[in-house]
């Protein structure tokens, strides 16, 4: 059966079916709850969240289900928060940002103290919380955090957008990689190398990392349906990560307009760029993907223009 895999046996879920996380604000318990009751494994995007809002999610999640399912962090660059941020960088961006802010009708945002949520603090409650699987992504967590996750039971997920980069959460003792195929939707979550020189299809990422590593593969990018699933475990993958799909669900934290875009012919019409946060990520293509792609260089690196 296609559904007995190492994945589904390990983590006791009848379907190995992966609703990838969104982080920035887009998860939502409901749709975790729901993919986790249907038999599939929901995940929770929690990188904006802060410690105390991560055990209050954990807390509803568990309201709602008492099916496995798995807890997402990005893995800070160091000392990411404190970054030392130059006047003149901040002062040309407003210039170039300032018509859209205008457009909008919205404000300005002041040089925050920090420019992401501290990693420790976040870890902290995901151990206290035990939930089922921890995943990452941007990295690998520091041994002394898997040996944490390892002792409390919780099994450990990373992500990996080349050969070399599943090969080194392999050798961390991660449970499961992800092998995430420049397909798929959100930032792409290169560590090793630059994002832009990471950029290897699923159908030629899979196979590969499968013959590289001894950890279950958990195929992204692209799988929407179950012709792409079966083409996944062809390629033997034991499980799929799909995102966009689930994104489009009623019980996902996507706004209106998000919403209708994935459902219009523009959802076809997909870019990678790093103007919205200074990562390379896939999003639908608009006028400020475009207008701003003359200026990429000039804009700050993840996560300050975040
Ligand atoms: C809006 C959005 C946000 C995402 N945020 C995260 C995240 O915070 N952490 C993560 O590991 N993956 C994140 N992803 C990746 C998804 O979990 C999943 O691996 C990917 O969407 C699979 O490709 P697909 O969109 O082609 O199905 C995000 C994807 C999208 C579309």
């Given at each position: 059966?296609?559904?007995?895999?190492?994945?589904?046996?390990?983590?006791?879920?009848?379907?190995?079916?992966?609703?990838?996380?969104?982080?920035?604000?887009?998860?939502?318990a409901?749709?975790l709850a729901a993919v986790s009751e249907?038999?599939?494994?929901g995940?929770?995007?929690?990188?904006?969240?802060?410690?105390?809002?991560?055990?209050?999610?954990?807390?509803?999640i568990r309201t709602l289900t008492d099916k496995p399912f798995?807890?997402?962090?990005?893995?800070?660059?160091?000392?990411?928060?404190?970054?030392?941020?130059?006047?003149?960088?901040?002062?040309?961006?407003?210039?170039?940002?300032?018509?859209?802010?205008?457009?909008?009708?919205?404000?300005?945002?002041?040089?925050?103290?920090?420019?992401?949520?501290?990693?420790?603090?976040?870890?902290?409650?995901?151990?206290?919380?035990?939930?089922?699987?921890?995943?990452?992504?941007?990295?690998?967590?520091?041994?002394?955090?898997?040996?944490?996750?390892?002792?409390?039971?919780?099994?450990?997920?990373?992500?990996?957008?080349?050969?070399?980069?599943?090969?080194?959460?392999?050798?961390?003792?991660?449970?499961?990689?992800?092998?995430?195929?420049?397909?798929?939707?959100?930032?792409?979550?290169?560590?090793?190398?630059?994002?832009?020189?990471?950029?290897?299809?699923?159908?030629?990422?899979?196979?590969?990392?499968?013959?590289?590593?001894?950890?279950?593969?958990?195929?992204?990018?692209?799988?929407?349906?179950?012709?792409?699933?079966?083409?996944?475990?062809?390629?033997?993958?034991?499980?799929?990560?799909?995102?966009?799909?689930?994104?489009?669900?009623?019980?996902?934290?996507?706004?209106?307009?998000?919403?209708?875009?994935?459902?219009?012919?523009?959802?076809?019409?997909?870019?990678?760029?790093?103007?919205?946060?200074?990562?390379?990520?896939?999003?639908?293509?608009?006028?400020?993907?475009?207008?701003?792609?003359?200026?990429?260089?000039?804009?700050?690196?993840?996560?300050?223009?975040?």
């Amino acid at each position: 059966m296609w559904t007995d895999t190492e994945m589904t046996r390990r983590l006791g879920i009848p379907y190995p079916i992966i609703q990838g996380p969104f982080g920035g604000g887009l998860s939502s318990a409901r749709l975790l709850a729901a993919v986790s009751e249907a038999g599939g494994l929901g995940s929770f995007g929690a990188n904006n969240l802060s410690a105390d809002k991560i055990t209050q999610v954990i807390d509803e999640i568990r309201t709602l289900t008492d099916k496995p399912f798995a807890i997402n962090l990005s893995i800070p660059i160091e000392d990411s928060e404190r970054l030392a941020i130059n006047a003149d960088v901040i002062k040309e961006v407003t210039t170039l940002l300032a018509p859209y802010y205008n457009q909008l009708g919205v404000q300005f945002p002041a040089v925050p103290d920090r420019f992401g949520q501290d990693f420790d603090a976040q870890m902290d409650a995901i151990l206290a919380a035990r939930p089922p699987v921890f995943s990452f992504v941007f990295g690998i967590p520091r041994t002394d955090v898997l040996q944490a996750c390892r002792d409390r039971g919780i099994l450990t997920c990373g992500t990996a957008t080349t050969v070399d980069e599943a090969v080194a959460i392999d050798a961390a003792g991660v449970d499961f990689v992800v092998a995430s195929g420049f397909e798929a939707g959100g930032h792409r979550g290169s560590f090793l190398k630059p994002a832009e020189e990471s950029l290897m299809g699923t159908f030629a990422l899979v196979p590969q990392v499968v013959r590289r590593v001894s950890i279950p593969v958990i195929a992204a990018g692209g799988i929407a349906d179950g012709h792409g699933i079966a083409a996944a475990f062809a390629l033997g993958a034991k499980a799929v990560q799909i995102g966009t799909a689930f994104l489009a669900c009623d019980e996902s934290g996507t706004e209106a307009l998000h919403r209708e875009r994935l459902f219009s012919a523009r959802a076809g019409d997909t870019v990678l760029s790093r103007v919205f946060s200074g990562r390379l990520a896939r999003g639908i293509r608009n006028e400020f993907i475009d207008e701003m792609r003359a200026h990429e260089v000039q804009l700050p690196q993840y996560p300050v223009q975040n």
